[in-house]
């Protein structure tokens, strides 16, 4: 079995590239050893068939066999979340990245945990978190994690083109077919979750204003954790993604 060990840059085929710390410590896990074939992934598109050449207690090396670039998977689905509590976030990310999310947009709401995701330190624990699984996942493209940010000012960044859900509990409307099957055409998906406690009316009936769309998942009211990677994997498979 081919292993996937992260490589932030990528070199042409022929060239030996220092892997870093840690695809080090993956490929030690993973007891590999020199000669082992490798596909080395950047996050962003990139992938490279290559061949480990050497394994040390602090260094790894590999030979780049061929390299390519993938098509970037569409729709792309962008989901704006209200800062959850606590430990929440990383599992959320974690969860999101496997399946594919384009990126994870973090927004301050009227129910937010403001502490929730500030520091510099939590936001490179997000990013090892999204690269892990990456490659775990077999994605082509890293989760991408943006700081906190008014509801607002994130939701307004999906274009006019974009198919816009905000999942609310009190919303009439369930989650149709038709809004979430790939019938729009978009190119962009943005999904709007709130915290929790939910959403605010007046914030979704700001959201309205920007074109989206109010809708709800049911009866039942998920947590905050439970609804992200539920939402996500439902407009994913309707829109072929997970097929």
């Known amino acids: 079995m081919t292993r996937r060990l992260f490589a932030p840059e990528l070199a042409d085929a022929g060239a030996v590239i220092e892997l870093p710390v840690e695809s080090v410590r993956h490929a030690q896990v993973l007891r590999l050893a020199a000669g082992a074939p490798l596909v080395l992934f950047d996050g962003a598109l990139g992938e490279a068939?290559?061949?480990?050449?050497?394994?040390?207690?602090?260094?790894?090396?590999?030979?780049?066999?061929?390299?390519?670039?993938?098509?970037?998977?569409?729709?792309?689905?962008?989901?704006?979340?209200?800062?959850?509590?606590?430990?929440?976030?990383?599992?959320?990310?974690?969860?999101?990245?496997?399946?594919?999310?384009?990126?994870?947009?973090?927004?301050?709401?009227?129910?937010?945990?403001?502490?929730?995701?500030?520091?510099?330190?939590?936001?490179?624990?997000?990013?090892?978190i999204a690269l892990e699984a990456c490659a775990q996942s077999g994605q082509t493209q890293a989760l991408a994690v943006h700081p906190p940010a008014s509801l607002i000012d994130v939701a307004s960044k999906a274009p006019a083109s974009a198919l816009r859900l905000v999942f609310w509990e009190n919303a009439r409307a369930p989650l149709a077919v038709d809004a979430a099957s790939g019938a729009s055409g978009a190119s962009e998906l943005w999904a709007v979750v709130g915290p929790e406690g939910g959403l605010a009316e007046h914030e979704v009936d700001a959201l309205v204003g920007l074109g989206y769309r109010a809708v709800g998942l049911g009866p039942a009211r998920l947590r905050v954790e439970t609804a992200a990677p539920v939402i996500a994997g439902l407009l994913l498979e309707r829109h072929g993604r997970l097929r």
């Not at 040390?56 to 704006?80: D, F, I, K």
């Not at 990310?93 to 937010?112: C, P």
Request: charged share 30%; glycine share 8%; aromatic share 2%.
């Open 49 to 128: 068939d290559a061949e480990l050449i050497e394994l040390g207690r602090t260094r790894a090396r590999a030979r780049v066999l061929a390299r390519r670039t993938l098509p970037a998977p569409s729709p792309a689905l962008h989901l704006v979340l209200g800062l959850p509590k606590g430990g929440k976030l990383e599992d959320i990310a974690r969860m999101l990245g496997e399946l594919g999310v384009a990126s994870l947009r973090l927004a301050q709401t009227e129910r937010s945990v403001p502490r929730s995701a500030q520091s510099a330190a939590r936001f490179a624990r997000l990013a090892r």
